[in-house]
């Protein structure tokens, strides 16, 4: 009778734990308290335009993100200037931001800080070559939380 050796035996044991592990590991996901609200952008003092993101998730999971960007006039009035619809699904350890129309992923994003229903700071990173040299690190966005999707245009 052919005995295993003990050194085959514990590469095999130490294979399946780590195979176990693997499958155990959750994805990346955005924490609950991102879903309530909108959030305005934090422009720049002074600055005209202003955008407000939102954050949904869809009963089979997907998780959709609308941009709403606004021109601020005086008097606090504003106009609308556009609208953009994203999905993002986790990759490793950040979401992949693709385009709903194209299909393409073009960006990353991943949770840097959060303080619910007061603040947000995301961390916005790029596949793009161009970017990526650009911003080898990111760019951070800050967003304080706000219960409706009318901006603050008060200058």
């Given amino acids: 009778m052919m005995k295993t050796p003990f ?3 514990v590469i095999l044991t130490v294979i399946g734990i780590q195979s176990s592990f693997a499958l155990e590991s959750k994805p990346y996901q955005l924490p609950n308290e991102i879903y309530d609200g909108y ?3 934090t422009p720049p003092k002074d600055q005209p335009m202003v955008s407000i993101v939102s954050f949904r998730q869809s009963d ?3 998780i959709i993100t ?3 960007d606004f021109h601020c006039l005086p008097h606090g009035r504003y106009q609308q200037l556009d609208s953009s619809i994203n999905t993002l699904m986790p990759e490793g350890d950040k979401m ?3 385009d709903l129309k194209t299909k393409e992923k073009f960006s990353y994003l991943q949770v840097v800080s959060l303080t619910p229903k007061q603040s947000l700071t995301l961390r916005q990173s790029f596949d793009d070559e161009v970017l990526s040299v650009a911003f080898p690190h990111g760019m951070l966005f800050n967003y304080a939380h706000t219960p409706t999707a009318s901006p603050s245009c008060q200058f």
């Fill in 96 to 98: 992949a931001m693709t």
């Fill in 7 to 9: 050194y085959f035996a």
């Fill in 66 to 68: 609308q941009k709403v």
């Fill in 60 to 62: 089979n999971g997907m």
């Fill in 39 to 41: 959030w305005l952008m």
